[in-house]
């Protein structure tokens, strides 16, 4: 007998040409990525429907979803109308509609998306993040309080993900470089930036899965820096994740967390799971975090609905607990029924 109802639903507003000229490759994944999480629904024996959708058909598809619920809507629209930044905004209509769906809502990926919400919550309920300004204009970047700042620093763009934007230039020594480096992500990406002070050390890669106090930290893994050139900065920059060509990338290979204390890994699992508990996130989540000489994690990004291909990193920890790709989908329809029934 088939088990439940499923229906994979992925946003198309980036074909081949568009990703291109937006330059953004991790934009053609998605299509990809949901075929594969419908191929391992179906292997895990449910009824599943692979659905895309773009721009204002949005409320058609949604029209027709609400007439026919699934029992679960596998939810892997990050971005509408070519834009991330209305992603939230698609959880919300999901809730409006009344359509039950994986992973987080409206309010955990809006403050995911805007940096800065996630660092005050993170700051709010003491989980250690490091210290942040938030940079929207000209005025800001002027402001001559950035000279006192204990450097090194690290600018990113405030509403991004999949690393863009992120070069070996945005590791920042002083104020001129950090206005600087601000300058040029505003201008080419027309948004606000965030600067936080930088921490040197080891990166690690939390995957956690569950919903309200029953949270599991699956194993960890980091980021090996070994073969990184010992000129350049020990990050996660854009050229890392997308061009295989390039020295970042074959300077930065996920791998399990290795000579770790106990004590380590038992301090990085409660951070993570207090980041976990301070956004709301359910069902699914990931929280990176380095780790200073001091054996202090901190909290640097918060990511609410990971990349769950059968090569991203969540699979990988996931392989790592004993789960193949098509058991660790599985989980996660499992843990949002169980969330929605409950």
């Not at 109802?5 to 040409?17: F, H, K, P, S």
């Not at 721009?55 to 679960?72: H, R, S």
């Not at 960890?220 to 900065?233: C, G, K, S, T, V």
């Amino acid at each position: 007998m088939a088990r439940e109802r499923i229906v994979v639903l992925y946003n198309t507003d980036y074909d081949a040409e568009q990703a291109a000229n937006a330059n953004n490759p991790d934009a053609t994944s998605v299509r990809a990525s949901a075929k594969a999480i419908a191929s391992a629904l179906i292997e895990m024996g449910y009824t599943v429907e692979l659905t895309g959708v773009h721009g204002v058909e949005v409320y058609q598809v949604l029209a027709q979803l609400g007439a026919n619920k699934p029992d679960l809507l596998f939810n892997l629209c990050e971005s509408m109308d070519g834009d991330p930044r209305n992603e939230p905004t698609f959880a919300g209509l999901l809730d409006l509609f009344g359509i039950p769906y994986t992973g987080a809502d409206l309010l955990a990926l809006a403050t995911c998306l805007y940096k800065h919400r996630t660092k005050d919550v993170l700051i709010a309920n003491q989980v250690p993040t490091p210290p942040y300004r938030m940079l929207r204009d000209e005025a800001d970047v002027a402001d001559p309080a950035l000279d006192a700042l204990d450097y090194p620093w690290f600018v990113k763009l405030a509403h991004e993900d999949a690393s863009l934007g992120i070069t070996e230039a945005n590791v920042v020594a002083n104020a001129a470089a950090l206005r600087a480096r601000s300058r040029e992500l505003m201008r080419d990406h027309k948004q606000a930036v965030i600067a936080e002070r930088y921490v040197e050390g080891r990166e690690i890669n939390v995957t956690l899965m569950g919903h309200g106090n029953h949270v599991e930290v699956l194993p960890l893994h980091e980021i090996d820096f070994a073969a990184m050139p010992a000129d350049r900065p020990r990050i996660v920059s854009y050229a890392a994740k997308w061009d295989e060509n390039h020295v970042d990338y074959a300077g930065t290979k996920p791998v399990p967390l290795r000579e770790a204390a106990p004590a380590l890994v038992a301090e990085i699992e409660r951070v993570s799971r207090a980041a976990w508990r301070a956004v709301e996130l359910r069902d699914y989540g990931r929280v990176d975090l380095r780790v200073d000489d001091a054996g202090v994690p901190w909290v640097i990004d918060v990511n609410p609905n990971p990349d769950i291909s059968p090569d991203a990193g969540c699979t990988r920890a996931a392989a790592a607990a004993g789960m193949s790709h098509p058991q660790m989908v599985d989980k996660i329809a499992r843990l949002a029924l169980a969330r929605i029934r409950s």
